[in-house]
């Protein structure tokens, strides 16, 4: 059974364990999942398999530094866009530059204000998933109502079943973004749960089939990547062939 809609999901990379600790508190009080790792080795290694909404990257990091680690995070496809806020205590212009010059969102100079970095999170989210919290999201022919849970393809309306739309949802509300089957589990139906990677293509397949069904438009927006997983096609609705 699919869970409801997930809180955004942030992980930090802090090895200070007392601000690790207090940012853990904060952001999950203000309705964040989140999730600690202390190296730059070892959030890399976990990036690989699980990408989260949003990052909290420390500066200076055992095993591989923070500035190190968001050049290689923008080099893959499936951390390129992912949204970056570098913690640091360097506040030098030049340092500035230099940290957003390897493709950080933001930059947060300690000590900071809690609340600040925060409001800082939640305006990054914003920024990178402008549909997050709409009532709908509208993509070519489109329309998916989160309040009523119906779907439409131009004027039909697409008969979906609760997986396949928590599946459309979370694809059209980050056009573009790859997901692998394993992040969709996480994802849709949860950590703990025993569904399998082919469960996620049966239910792929079923959305598929319910957005060709009753339309003209021969244009599938569902794009699979091989090797990688899903994505929704973020040219979809622009008049791409």
């Known amino acids: 059974m699919a869970r ?13 364990e007392a601000l690790s600790l207090l940012l853990r508190y904060n952001l999950e009080a203000s309705g964040y999942q989140t999730e600690i790792v202390a190296r730059g080795d070892e959030a890399e290694e976990r990036l690989r ?10 500066w ?20 390129a866009s992912l949204p970056i806020i570098m ?19 933001d930059y947060v100079v300690k000590p900071f204000s809690m609340p600040e970095l925060v409001a800082r999170v939640g305006a990054l989210l914003r920024r990178a998933d402008p549909g997050r919290g709409a009532r709908k999201l509208i993509r070519g022919d489109l329309t998916l109502d989160r309040e009523t849970m119906r779907v439409y393809r131009g004027d039909e309306d697409v008969r979906l079943g609760p997986t396949e739309f928590r ?8 056009a573009g973004r790859v997901f692998t089957r394993a992040q969709l589990i996480d994802q849709i139906w949860g950590r703990e749960s025993e569904i399998d990677e082919r469960t996620v293509d049966v239910h792929m397949g079923r959305l598929r089939k319910a957005l060709g069904n009753g339309t ?13 997983g899903y994505s929704f096609d973020e040219t979809y609705g622009r008049g791409a062939a």
């Open 4 to 16: 409801p809609a997930a809180q955004p999901r942030v992980l930090v990379v802090e090895d200070e």
């Open 49 to 58: 398999d699980d990408v989260p909404d949003l990052l909290v990257l420390d």
């Open 60 to 79: 200076m990091l055992p095993g591989v530094s923070g500035l190190e680690l968001c050049r290689r995070l923008r080099l893959r496809t499936q951390t």
């Open 87 to 105: 913690l640091t205590a360097r506040g030098e212009e030049h340092e500035r530059v230099r940290g957003l010059g390897v493709g950080a969102d």
């Open 167 to 174: 599946l459309l949802e979370h694809l059209m509300g980050q």
């Open 216 to 228: 003209t438009e021969t244009r599938d927006p569902i794009r699979t990547v091989r090797g990688a």
